[in-house]
Nanobody
Framework: QVQLVESGGGLVQAGGSPRLTCAVSRGTSSNYVMGWFRQAPGKEREFVAV????????IYAESVKGRFTISRDNAKNTAYLQMNTLRPEDTAVYYC?????????????????WGQGTQVTVSS
C-alpha cells in the first residue's frame, strides 16, 4: 500500500513562500501522477495542481496559477508544492495524492492514494 506523507506546513505571513513536500513510500513515485488538493475551513476539498509521471506536464487551478509551482524528484520519491505570494485565502489543509494514471487528473475521485494533510495558515 502506497503511503504519502506531507510536510512543510505551518503558520506563514501573507506574501510568504513555503514549500510543501510529499514523500512517497511503499511504492515508486514515477508510477503515479501526483496531485495537490486543499480544503479550507467550511469548504469542500479543491484541486490545486497536478504533475505528470515524468514531471514534463502540469495543470494548475486558476486561483494559484502563477503563484504555485508543482514539481517532483522521482529519484527521491518526492513531490513538491512551492507556494509563493501567499494570501489569507490560501489557508487550508493541503493534501498530496497519487493516481495510477498516465493522464493528468484534477478530480478527487480519480486519485488512489492520499496523505494525511498538512495545515497551512496564512496570517494577514
Amino acid at each position: 500500500q502506497v503511503q504519502l506523507v506531507e510536510s512543510g506546513g505551518g503558520l506563514v505571513q501573507a506574501g510568504g513562500s513555503p514549500r510543501l513536500t510529499c514523500a512517497v513510500s511503499r511504492g515508486t513515485s514515477s508510477n503515479y501522477v501526483m496531485g495537490w488538493f486543499r480544503q479550507a475551513p467550511g469548504k469542500e476539498r479543491e484541486f490545486v495542481a497536478v504533475i505528470s509521471r515524468s514531471g514534463g506536464a502540469t495543470i494548475y487551478a486558476e486561483s494559484v496559477k502563477g503563484r504555485f509551482t508543482i514539481s517532483r524528484d522521482n529519484a527521491k520519491n518526492t513531490a513538491y508544492l512551492q507556494m509563493n505570494t501567499l494570501r489569507p485565502e490560501d489557508t487550508a489543509v493541503y493534501y498530496c495524492a497519487a493516481a495510477t494514471s498516465w493522464i493528468l487528473r484534477t478530480y478527487e475521485y480519480e486519485y488512489d492514494y492520499w496523505g494525511q494533510g498538512t495545515q497551512v495558515t496564512v496570517s494577514s
